[in-house]
T-cell receptor
Framework: DVKVTQSSRYLVKRTGEKVFLECVQDMDHENMFWYRQDPGLGLRLIYFSYDVKMKEKGDIPEGYSVSREKKERFSLILESASTNQTSMYLC????????????FGPGTRLTVL | LAKTTQPISMDSYEGQEVNITCSHNNIATNDYITWYQQFPSQGPRFIIQGYKTKVTNEVASLFIPADRKSSTLSLPRVSLSDTAVYYCLVGEGTYKYIFGTGTRLKVLA
């Protein structure tokens, strides 16, 4: 079974802090994704990566950056956290085609005070 | 910006067939339609994917009309454990994939 793990289930940070969310997948998938999920808005794509060191902006990249130094690991970085970044963050991975089934992690609920 | 829209919620009784429709008038010519199921405190899970006409697997069917501007997820004989939020995911061009707004399905005994 594919396993996608996220470093924390719950995280509380203060405004202005730098925040790192880590995601690891164990199935040698090419593609990795970061989404945020908010009530009434569904899932929105922040960034994705189709290869090591490669990244593409999603629909809402502002205020976020990403890093993919190794194939299995994709990090989401909030350079200076703000209260409007309080959300559920979901990581996913998929095989080689972008359209392939995405396997999701359990999510990190981030609260920015 | 066109949205991928779904009904907000639906109720059904156990044993009934449930149909959830997604409208996606911006779908790209060569892209697929994928449906996911999400339970509370979990990430979404793949249900089914299709490009045109009809696709069936062991848990659901997916109906896509010729113009591909909508799709219908069909769940046969739902049970209480099918209570979840259902999302469609549609491709709108190169590296552009949009999740629908989600449909909260509640199955009643």
């Amino acid at each position: 079974d594919v396993k996608v793990t996220q470093s924390s289930r719950y995280l509380v940070k203060r405004t202005g802090e730098k925040v790192f969310l880590e995601c690891v997948q164990d199935m040698d998938h090419e593609n990795m994704f970061w989404y945020r999920q908010d009530p009434g808005l569904g899932l929105r794509l922040i960034y994705f990566s189709y290869d090591v060191k490669m990244k593409e902006k999603g629909d809402i990249p502002e205020g976020y950056s990403v890093s993919r130094e190794k194939k299995e690991r994709f990090s989401l970085i909030l350079e200076s956290a703000s209260t409007n970044q309080t959300s559920m963050y979901l990581c996913a991975s998929s095989h080689d085609r972008f359209v392939d089934e995405q396997f999701f992690g359990p999510g990190t609920r981030l609260t920015v005070l | 910006l066109a949205k991928t829209t779904q009904p907000i919620s639906m109720d059904s009784y156990e044993g009934q067939e449930v149909n959830i429709t997604c409208s996606h008038n911006n779908i790209a010519t060569n892209d697929y339609i994928t449906w996911y199921q999400q339970f509370p405190s979990q990430g979404p899970r793949f249900i089914i994917q299709g490009y045109k006409t009809k696709v069936t697997n062991e848990v659901a069917s997916l109906f896509i009309p010729a113009d591909r501007k909508s799709s219908t997820l069909s769940l046969p004989r739902v049970s209480l454990s099918d209570t979840a939020v259902y999302y469609c995911l549609v491709g709108e061009g190169t590296y552009k994939y949009i999740f629908g707004t989600g449909t909260r399905l509640k199955v009643l005994a």
